[in-house]
């Protein structure tokens, strides 16, 4: 039979407020700190070109069905052409791994490091921070009972069967707000600005823009298009419709 618990205000007022304010001071610092390590590299005229390409065919397909039959073949033609199309790739051009260009370029490999460094030393710091302050507390509750599958989840550093699951650890409560600011911070800093740790752990081995696959995957979506010009006959349509909502 699971306890419940009197929690004492001090613990809301020592272990709980305090080290949600200092998650969310942390992530502002961050934030700032990051901006000003981050460097502004020199943009590569060739792969912005191949980005703006690899826009317009998107383009093209999204709006394909507005331009007449024959307009439309000589824009797919244009781009996706064997000789001298903007998204034919030739096979003899190898392309370069985008992992390696990134270790061969010695401001992209600063940059990746500066970002993982960013993450990685000050959540360091702040778990043995809550390790060794806050250890064993007993934080909040949730308002609404959980089965047994989130005592692993919520109670970390309590090795109390006895305690219901809707009870929180203070190392959880590190854990959710860690993964679980990004809305406060979409406030804070902006929707654009908004720090996702669980983003920023999947690119740690980032991967940069592979233009040769992003070419060929839009010139196959370009070839296996179906045209159907929707514009004839559209003024009768619109004509129907418009009697209609007068009538």
């Known amino acids: 039979m699971a306890e419940d618990l009197v929690l004492d205000t001090a613990i809301r007022d020592w272990v709980l ?5 200092v998650m969310v001071l942390i992530g502002v610092l961050r934030y700032f700190v990051s901006k000003l390590m981050r460097s502004s590299p020199t943009p590569d005229a060739k792969m912005v070109k191949e980005g703006q ?11 394909a069905n507005f331009i007449p039959p024959k307009s439309f073949r000589s824009r797919r033609f244009y781009f996706s052409n064997e000789e001298n199309g903007l998204l034919h790739v030739p096979k003899d051009q190898a392309a370069q791994n985008p992992q390696a260009q990134m270790f061969s370029d010695p ?5 990746m490091m500066k970002k993982n460094l960013s993450m990685i030393i000050p959540q360091t710091l702040t778990f043995a921070w809550v390790n060794f302050f806050f250890s064993g507390f007993v934080a909040a509750k949730i308002p609404f009972p959980l089965t047994q599958r989130f005592r692993s989840m919520l109670q970390n550093g309590i090795d109390l069967s006895t305690v219901d699951v809707s009870y929180v650890s203070s190392r959880s409560w590190y854990f959710l707000n860690l993964f679980g600011l990004r809305g406060l911070f979409s406030l804070i800093l902006g929707d654009e600005n908004a720090i996702d740790d669980t983003q920023r752990m999947m690119q740690m081995g980032g ?10 995957a839009e010139k196959d979506g370009l070839d296996i298009l179906q045209h159907e010009w929707v514009l004839p006959g559209f003024e009768h349509r619109a004509e129907s419709v418009l009697r209609k909502l007068v009538q």
């Not at 407020?17 to 304010?21: A, E, G």
């Not at 401001?107 to 940059?111: T, V």
């Not at 940069?208 to 696959?213: T, Y």
């Open 107 to 111: 401001n992209m490999a600063m940059d």
């Open 17 to 21: 407020i305090p080290l949600s304010v």
């Open 53 to 63: 390409i690899v826009i317009r065919a998107r383009n093209l397909k999204a709006g």
């Open 207 to 216: 991967f940069g823009f592979d233009a040769s696959k992003s070419l060929s």
